[in-house]
């Protein structure tokens, strides 16, 4: 399984293209087949999401 924590303003056709792809590059490359892979998005207001690059 593949949890992915995004920013909450992508949209479902975003989150729909990002699992589809996650789902072809794992099956292609042997990783797991594309019946059990399973793309779970955990959304985050922006204001709860700092990075390093982002700090002074």
């Given at each position: ?19 589809k ?36």
């Open positions: 399984m593949r949890k992915n924590t995004v920013k909450r303003s992508r949209t479902a056709e975003q989150k729909e293209a990002l699992a792809e996650i789902v072809k590059t794992m099956d292609s490359s042997d990783f797991a087949s594309k019946d059990t892979v399973r793309v779970i998005f955990e959304e985050m207001k922006s204001e709860d999401f700092y990075s390093g690059k982002d700090m002074n």
